[in-house]
């Protein structure tokens, strides 16, 4: 039987160090692959879940009369009326002019939205002219949450309906 020389013998020690850090940087990038998808993956969910609130609150101020008053003139002054209490008493879409909603008690930790109502006047400007008892209102639903790098904001553009 012949007998190899050391030096063929197997792997060096120089092998097993280059394989081994050759691994190491494998798994290494492999956690930092699964680490960025974890945090992409939780930013989706974040975003899903205030994309659900938003959706949800705008249903909730769109489902109202466009007035307290069913035919013009419409109402000058915007938000709760004298004897309204918060979010409860709300029976016409002005009446949730800055009005704020925080979900961590329903189960959506960390979630606030906020809306904002105001009468559009379109000889102006369709996009943001503050006005009062016109027959547009702009409303805009904010979604924050800490994990967002912005908040997630609805718009919806509501008219009144008249008799011409």
């Known amino acids: 039987m012949k007998r190899l020389n050391a030096s063929q013998a197997g792997f060096s020690i120089i092998d097993m160090i280059m394989g081994l850090s050759i691994l190491a940087i494998a798994i290494v990038g492999i956690q930092i692959a699964q680490n960025n998808y974890i945090n992409m993956s939780n ?6 879940r205030g994309i659900s609130l938003g959706n949800s609150v705008m249903n909730l101020i769109r489902m109202h009369p466009f007035d307290e008053n069913s035919l013009p003139p419409w109402s000058a002054t915007l938000g709760q009326d004298s004897g309204e209490s918060a979010l409860v008493d709300n029976d016409d879409i002005d009446d949730y002019a800055g009005a704020s909603w ?7 930790p960390g979630y606030i939205v906020t809306s904002r109502v105001f009468c559009i006047n379109k000889d102006v400007s369709w996009l943001d002219s503050v006005a009062t008892g016109l027959s547009f209102k702009r409303i805009i639903v904010s979604v924050n949450h800490p994990q967002l790098e912005s908040p997630l904001v609805f718009s919806s553009l509501m008219a009144g309906v008249t008799d011409e």
């Not at 930013?43 to 899903?48: K, Y």
């Not at 925080?102 to 959506?108: I, R």
Request: glycine share 8%; no cysteine; aromatic share 16%.
């Open 102 to 108: 925080d979900f961590s008690a329903d189960g959506f």
């Open 43 to 48: 930013q989706v969910e974040i975003s899903l």
